[in-house]
């Protein structure tokens, strides 16, 4: 079993940054990737950036130049750094982990944080 802890979502006026962090703990040997996803109302839940175990990360063309993901692969820990805020980055943001078992790979979710970017 894996649990996903995150952190750091909020309020930020546009032009601003916010760091999130996801720190996967349980039953974990390794962790193929980790990633965020966001979702606004009414709209489909899409990737925002991924990162693997061997670092290789991939962003959502929205996001490139103002965001970056990056992991701590001994904590098992993700980050989402994210710069130059938009108000249609507004959505609740999910950190997302693939993990290797016995029947294959298992995915786990946080329970999704608030990011709300307004003035």
């Known amino acids: 079993q894996v649990q996903l802890v995150e952190s750091g979502g909020g309020l930020v006026q546009p032009g601003g940054s916010l760091r999130l962090s996801c720190a996967a703990s349980g039953s974990i040997s390794s962790i193929a990737t980790m990633g965020w996803y966001r979702q606004a109302p009414g709209k489909q839940r899409e990737l925002v950036a991924g990162?693997?175990?061997?670092?290789?990360?991939n962003y959502a063309d929205s996001v490139k130049g103002r965001f970056t993901i990056s992991s701590n692969n001994v904590k098992n820990t993700v980050y989402l750094q994210m710069n130059s805020l938009k108000p249609e980055d507004t959505g609740v943001y999910y950190c997302?982990?693939?993990?290797?078992?016995?029947?294959?790979?298992?995915?786990?979710w946080g329970q999704g944080t608030q990011v709300t970017v307004s003035s």
């Open positions: 997302n982990a693939i993990v290797p078992g016995p029947r294959g790979e298992d995915d786990y």
């Open positions: 990162i693997t175990n061997g670092g290789s990360t």
